[in-house]
């Protein structure tokens, strides 16, 4: 509202003189045809999609420009961010998180040249050197935009083989993810600066909107999250690729001189996967996995919002990682591992729902993100191999681990934050666990009304951040059901 009024002032101050000017401004009050505000987004968007004014009107804008070199393992780059500023009061800081600054990333983001609305603002290091406090000389009023701008230089390591590399170079594939200062989560009580464990997420952050410039050696294969708009060549040898992306809660890009690429269709998504030569066959199962589970949960619980998807072989061991429309599966899992692979696969899919479009707390809710994510498996396995392999699947992936954790005193609710637990009984409660919790609450409210609290929980929390007490208010009235004991049983412990 507020940006209209603005606009209309200056097309009645100057508009008469400047015809382009009134041109603009007789377009923008006209109704009937507004300017397209996702328009420089659409190539990466599903025909068709549309998001609601008010969401976009509060997403942050990216533009990064970034030349990264993985001889020299560093990269270089600019960040210019428009940041609306929402919610209750003025805000009296901004702060960044620089997650290559993680022990677990073993690499580093340093920042120079800090400007916040052309003024140089100072700026320091906190949380470990993982987040970017910028000093306001004046808090940023509510209904207007802050915008940043400042320089980043960043390294990586060549990590020991073997080893889980989230960040960095390893088996001749090099990982940028999240490799540029992003705006932090902000939670009721203030800016999300945790810093996070190695068992969980970095982070959390709000859905944005994303320009980004690459420049890589021409040699180099590059998945990113987002689609390239144009590719051009920089100077001799080297490329640069722009993307657009988002609304989207990251960026990031994966390499390597040795990925191959295979491609298919899913719902008019074109899905392309990413692998090794040696692993051609777990790469050619990757993509036929991703395809089907595309298919089948935007069949069950709404469409998937990108015309590009990739899964690619990442060294993450046998672990998986999700990024919006990119999925990293570990290397183990395309040979050592082979049996896992389908479920790491339609797991990391599941998060394109469940962590992209609706965003959670990781941090301190990870059930609510990992538990749900989990179970999504399972409404695979019934759509593509009945009900049997479902059940089988809750059985042995989920039911044993939780079975043997209850006999030996070791069961512990799923409502705690990561920091709450430890390497033994992360995964068993947060992913085992919190699956069976969706499993039962299934079986509580039947078949019927949980499918319709999935989808009601995509339509009412696409790109917002949900929390534990919405997806519970969200289940009491689709189900009609009071589930206050069930929710505290499972997410507290305490027996009903
Ligand atoms: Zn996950």
């Given at each position: 509202?507020?940006?209209?009024?603005?606009?209309?002032?200056?097309?009645?101050?100057?508009?008469?003189?400047?015809?382009?000017?009134?041109?603009?401004?007789?377009?923008?009050?006209?109704?009937?045809?507004?300017?397209?505000?996702?328009?420089?987004?659409?190539?990466?968007?599903?025909?068709?999609?549309?998001?609601?004014?008010?969401?976009?009107?509060?997403?942050?804008?990216?533009?990064?420009?970034v030349?990264?070199?993985?001889?020299?393992n560093?990269?270089?780059?600019t960040?210019?961010?428009?940041i609306?500023?929402?919610?209750?009061?003025?805000?009296?800081?901004?702060?960044?998180?620089?997650?290559?600054?993680?022990?677990?990333?073993?690499?580093?983001?340093?920042?120079?040249?800090?400007?916040?609305?052309?003024l140089?603002?100072?700026?320091g290091?906190?949380?470990?050197?993982?987040?970017?406090?910028l000093?306001?000389?004046?808090?940023?009023?509510?209904?207007?935009?802050?915008?940043?701008?400042?320089?980043?230089?960043?390294?990586?390591?060549?990590?020991?083989?073997?080893?889980?590399?989230?960040?960095?170079?390893?088996?001749?594939?090099?990982?940028?993810?999240?490799?540029y200062?992003?705006?932090?989560?902000?939670?009721?009580?203030?800016?999300?600066?945790?810093?996070?464990?190695?068992?969980?997420?970095?982070?959390?952050?709000?859905?944005?909107?994303?320009?980004?410039?690459?420049?890589?050696?021409?040699?180099?294969?590059?998945?990113?999250?987002?689609?390239?708009?144009?590719?051009?060549?920089?100077w001799?040898?080297?490329?640069?690729?722009?993307?657009?992306?988002?609304?989207a809660?990251?960026?990031?890009?994966?390499?390597?001189?040795?990925?191959?690429?295979?491609?298919?269709d899913?719902?008019?998504?074109?899905?392309?996967?990413?692998?090794?030569?040696?692993?051609?066959?777990?790469?050619?199962?990757?993509?036929?996995?991703?395809?089907?589970?595309?298919?089948?949960?935007?069949?069950?619980?709404?469409?998937?919002?990108?015309?590009?998807?990739?899964?690619?072989?990442?060294?993450?061991?046998?672990?998986?990682?999700?990024?919006?429309?990119?999925?990293?599966?570990?290397?183990?899992?395309?040979?050592?591992?082979?049996?896992?692979?389908?479920?790491?696969?339609?797991?990391?899919?599941a998060?394109q729902w469940?962590y992209n479009?609706?965003?959670?707390?990781?941090?301190?809710?990870?059930?609510?993100?990992?538990?749900?994510?989990e179970?999504?498996?399972?409404?695979?396995?019934?759509?593509?191999?009945?009900?049997?392999?479902?059940?089988?699947?809750?059985?042995?992936?989920?039911?044993?681990?939780?079975?043997?954790?209850?006999?030996?005193?070791?069961?512990?609710?799923?409502?705690?934050?990561?920091?709450?637990?430890?390497?033994?009984?992360?995964?068993?409660?947060?992913?085992?666990?919190?699956?069976?919790?969706?499993a039962?609450?299934?079986?509580?409210?039947?078949?019927?009304?949980?499918?319709?609290?999935?989808?009601?929980?995509?339509?009412?929390?696409?790109?917002?951040?949900?929390?534990?007490?919405?997806?519970?208010?969200?289940?009491?009235?689709?189900?009609?059901?009071?589930?206050?004991?069930?929710?505290?049983?499972?997410?507290?412990?305490?027996?009903e």
């Amino acid at each position: 509202m507020a940006r209209l009024h603005y606009r209309l002032i200056v097309v009645l101050l100057f508009g008469l003189g400047i015809s382009a000017f009134l041109l603009a401004g007789c377009a923008l009050l006209r109704p009937a045809s507004p300017a397209d505000p996702l328009a420089v987004y659409r190539p990466g968007l599903r025909p068709g999609e549309t998001v609601a004014a008010e969401l976009l009107a509060a997403m942050p804008r990216y533009s990064i420009t970034v030349k990264v070199d993985p001889l020299a393992n560093a990269y270089t780059g600019t960040l210019e961010v428009s940041i609306p500023i929402t919610g209750a009061a003025a805000w009296r800081d901004l702060y960044f998180r620089l997650y290559p600054n993680l022990p677990q990333f073993g690499g580093g983001l340093e920042v120079r040249g800090v400007r916040v609305n052309d003024l140089i603002v100072n700026y320091g290091y906190e949380a470990d050197a993982t987040a970017l406090h910028l000093s306001l000389l004046r808090p940023l009023p509510l209904g207007q935009e802050a915008h940043v701008w400042m320089n980043f230089i960043g390294r990586t390591q060549q990590r020991k083989e073997g080893a889980y590399t989230i960040f960095g170079a390893n088996e001749g594939i090099w990982s940028l993810t999240n490799f540029y200062p992003i705006l932090a989560g902000r939670r009721e009580d203030g800016w999300a600066l945790d810093v996070a464990s190695p068992l969980g997420d970095v982070g959390f952050h709000d859905a944005a909107l994303y320009r980004v410039e690459v420049t890589t050696p021409a040699d180099q294969i590059v998945a990113a999250t987002g689609v390239t708009v144009t590719a051009e060549q920089a100077w001799d040898g080297w490329i640069t690729r722009r993307y657009v992306h988002g609304p989207a809660r990251e960026f990031t890009l994966i390499m390597s001189p040795r990925f191959q690429v295979m491609s298919g269709d899913a719902y008019g998504t074109q899905v392309r996967s990413y692998f090794l030569p040696e692993d051609a066959e777990a790469g050619r199962a990757a993509l036929y996995y991703a395809i089907a589970a595309v298919q089948i949960y935007s069949d069950q619980f709404g469409a998937y919002p990108y015309r590009e998807m990739a899964v690619v072989e990442a060294p993450l061991t046998f672990r998986g990682m999700e990024f919006p429309g990119l999925n990293l599966i570990g290397s183990q899992v395309y040979n050592k591992y082979r049996q896992d692979l389908e479920n790491l696969v339609v797991h990391e899919v599941a998060h394109q729902w469940w962590y992209n479009q609706v965003g959670s707390d990781q941090t301190r809710t990870p059930w609510l993100d990992e538990g749900l994510a989990e179970w999504t498996m399972y409404a695979y396995y019934l759509a593509r191999y009945g009900y049997f392999a479902a059940e089988r699947l809750r059985e042995q992936r989920w039911q044993v681990p939780v079975r043997y954790a209850v006999q030996t005193g070791a069961d512990r609710p799923i409502g705690l934050p990561v920091k709450a637990y430890g390497r033994d009984d992360y995964e068993r409660t947060i992913y085992a666990k919190g699956a069976l919790f969706f499993a039962t609450l299934r079986d509580e409210i039947g078949e019927e009304a949980f499918r319709a609290l999935l989808r009601s929980y995509l339509t009412r929390y696409r790109w917002r951040i949900a929390t534990p007490a919405d997806f519970q208010a969200l289940a009491s009235e689709v189900s009609g059901r009071d589930l206050d004991r069930m929710f505290k049983r499972w997410l507290e412990g305490k027996a009903e």
